[in-house]
């Protein structure tokens, strides 16, 4: 099998092939060779490029070298730390398939539910750590995690760590690493933060790119309706008449928003679930398995779910509202066109969001095809189309988030946290999926957003 090329060990060959993986992806073929050899890796890849298995294979190979497999209680040797709780449950389950044959343990920590089965299993030893951040500071502040012995580090989706405003708590948790260790840096997108924020975590990487940087899925069609913001449940419930969507990925900008979008589908008898940060970690479970399975149609979300989810054979994406960053549209249709399948992504747009669509259109190089006929279309006139040559709008410098220079960059910032940052356990814990900046962020002025905690009200 092509995989035997790596060198990988037969107990990872043999759950390969029960997995029936038969070709290695871009991603896999570029990466694997460098982290077995133990170089600091730069990977650049759109999700859905089999990213995870390029880092896991030979993390688990190199874990498993020589015997190194300890018996009894084990010391974490792999850390692998990723920006919210579906993708971490995604790449923890990965694991699991990987190393079934090899007798390496894994364990997965994320905030929004009780640490106690967390802490039964750290408590047993693993040898690998799949985390958010937030949960992550919180035990390693009451000792319960240890990461001295760490051998591999893993820091995946870079870019959407410091959309959420996770730096501060990377640094920490950095600062706990051991000096000399392997690092691999992973991002969806690579704008000049994360550039400078890999110089500062980085020795000597090599650099894989897969995808042009900000590039969307080549297998996916892309299509805009012009239509004002009162008129879009009407055109959601529209399509979703027709027999074309099979089911649907229903993006909206605020939490608020996904719940009445949801309310509207369930009253037009269109079963449909909703999943946001507001939601319980077991609600968000059961949502997302019933769309797998095909008891529900439609998922109504966030952009919480715009990293990492994989749902086999999705059809459409639906940008109900545009989002703000024009990176998020490409994050969000890399939903659907996956492992080589064709997809639909279709966007509303209002009067007021058609800056955003130049952005994205920018940022893409293309123009969406409009579909200029439909029941509900905007009175306006349709906006002239956007000169693709011109250069992006740069994004104002927003005071409340911290440069990646102000926390990495800074001479002499080395060693270790002061003597209170055991004890200041992070404020983002419980709430990995719910972004710094952006409507409806925690310090965003949106009446979207949810009073903080008594303790951190000023």
């Given at each position: 099998?092509?995989?035997?090329?790596?060198?990988?060990?037969?107990?990872?060959?043999r759950?390969?092939?029960?997995?029936?993986?038969?070709?290695?992806?871009?991603?896999?073929?570029?990466?694997?060779?460098h982290?077995?050899e133990?170089?600091?890796?730069l990977?650049?890849?759109?999700?859905?490029?089999?990213?995870?298995?390029?880092?896991?294979l030979?993390?688990?190979?190199?874990?498993?070298?020589?015997?190194?497999?300890?018996?009894?209680?084990k010391?974490?040797?792999?850390?692998?730390?990723?920006?919210?709780?579906?993708?971490?449950?995604?790449?923890?389950?990965?694991?699991?398939?990987?190393?079934?044959?090899?007798?390496?343990?894994?364990?997965?920590?994320?905030?929004?539910?009780?640490?106690?089965?967390?802490?039964e299993?750290?408590?047993?030893g693993?040898?690998?750590?799949?985390?958010?951040?937030?949960?992550?500071?919180?035990?390693?502040?009451?000792?319960?995690?240890?990461?001295?012995?760490v051998?591999?580090?893993?820091?995946?989706?870079?870019?959407?760590?410091?959309?959420?405003?996770?730096?501060?708590?990377?640094?920490r948790?950095?600062?706990?690493?051991?000096?000399?260790?392997?690092?691999?840096?992973?991002?969806?997108?690579?704008?000049?933060?994360?550039v400078r924020?890999?110089?500062?975590?980085?020795?000597?990487?090599?650099?894989?790119?897969?995808?042009?940087?900000?590039?969307?899925?080549e297998?996916?069609?892309h299509f805009?309706?012009?239509?004002?913001?009162?008129?879009?449940?009407?055109?959601?419930?529209?399509?979703?008449?027709?027999?074309?969507?099979?089911?649907?990925?229903?993006?909206?900008?605020?939490?608020?928003?996904?719940?009445?979008v949801?309310?509207?589908?369930?009253r037009?008898?269109?079963?449909?679930?909703?999943i946001?940060?507001?939601?319980?970690?077991?609600?968000?479970?059961r949502?997302?398995?019933?769309f797998?399975?095909?008891?529900?149609?439609?998922?109504?979300?966030?952009d919480?779910?715009?990293?990492?989810?994989?749902?086999?054979?999705?059809?459409?994406?639906?940008?109900?509202d545009?989002?703000?960053?024009p990176e998020?549209?490409?994050?969000?249709?890399?939903?659907?066109?996956?492992?080589?399948?064709?997809?639909?992504?279709?966007?509303?747009?209002?009067?007021e969001?058609?800056?955003?669509?130049?952005?994205i259109?920018?940022?893409?190089?293309?123009?969406?095809?409009?579909v200029?006929?439909?029941?509900?279309?905007s009175?306006?006139?349709?906006a002239?189309?956007?000169?693709?040559?011109?250069?992006?709008?740069?994004?104002r410098?927003?005071?409340?988030?911290?440069?990646?220079?102000?926390?990495?960059?800074?001479?002499?910032?080395?060693?270790?946290?002061?003597?209170?940052?055991?004890?200041?356990?992070?404020?983002?814990?419980?709430?990995?999926?719910r972004?710094?900046?952006?409507?409806?962020?925690?310090?965003?002025?949106?009446?979207?957003?949810?009073?903080?905690?008594?303790?951190?009200r000023?």
């Open positions: 099998m092509p995989f035997r090329k790596f060198g990988l060990s037969p107990e990872i060959l759950a390969v092939q029960a997995m029936n993986y038969v070709t290695p992806t871009p991603i896999q073929e570029q990466a694997i060779p982290i077995l133990g170089m600091d890796l990977g650049s890849a759109q999700t859905g490029t089999g990213k995870t298995a390029a880092f896991a030979p993390i688990l190979h190199r874990l498993g070298a020589e015997g190194k497999v300890a018996r009894g209680k010391a974490i040797r792999s850390l692998v730390l990723t920006p919210t709780r579906e993708l971490a449950m995604q790449i923890a389950e990965s694991f699991a398939a990987y190393a079934r044959h090899t007798g390496l343990r894994h364990a997965l920590v994320y905030g929004g539910v009780s640490q106690r089965p967390q802490e299993a750290l408590r047993k693993v040898d690998i750590l799949v985390a958010t951040p937030g949960r992550l500071l919180d035990l390693m502040g009451q000792r319960i995690i240890d990461l001295s012995a051998e591999i580090f893993v820091l995946d989706e870079a870019d959407r760590m410091l959309d959420m405003g996770f730096i501060l708590d990377i640094r948790i950095i600062e706990k690493l051991p000096v000399r260790r392997q690092t691999l840096m992973f991002s969806a997108t690579m704008p000049p933060d994360i924020l890999s110089d500062t975590i980085l020795r000597s990487p090599v650099r894989v790119a897969v995808d042009p940087v900000s590039a969307p899925a297998a996916v069609e805009l309706y012009y239509v004002e913001k009162p008129a879009k449940v009407e055109l959601l419930k529209h399509l979703l008449a027709g027999e074309g969507i099979r089911n649907a990925l229903v993006f909206t900008r605020t939490r608020h928003g996904a719940d009445r949801e309310r509207f589908l369930k037009a008898e269109i079963r449909a679930e909703v946001h940060g507001d939601k319980s970690q077991g609600a968000r479970e949502a997302l398995a019933a797998r399975k095909g008891t529900v149609r439609v998922l109504v979300a966030t919480i779910a715009a990293r990492g989810l994989d749902i086999v054979e999705l059809s459409h994406v639906i940008n109900f545009l989002s703000d960053e998020a549209y490409v994050h969000r249709i890399g939903r659907t066109g996956r492992a080589g399948l064709s997809g639909t992504a279709i966007s509303f747009c209002s009067f969001e058609r800056p955003l669509l130049a952005e259109e920018r940022l893409m190089q293309k123009h969406l095809t409009v200029a006929v439909h029941p509900f279309a009175p306006a006139r349709p002239a189309p956007t000169p693709l040559g011109a250069d992006r709008t740069q994004p410098h927003r005071p409340y988030m911290i440069p990646v220079d102000a926390t990495f960059l800074s001479a002499g910032r080395t060693g270790s946290v002061s003597a209170g940052g055991a004890s200041r356990l992070s404020r983002h814990a419980g709430e990995e999926a972004p710094t900046s952006g409507p409806g962020g925690r310090k965003s002025g949106h009446r979207d957003v949810i009073p903080p905690p008594r303790a951190f000023r």
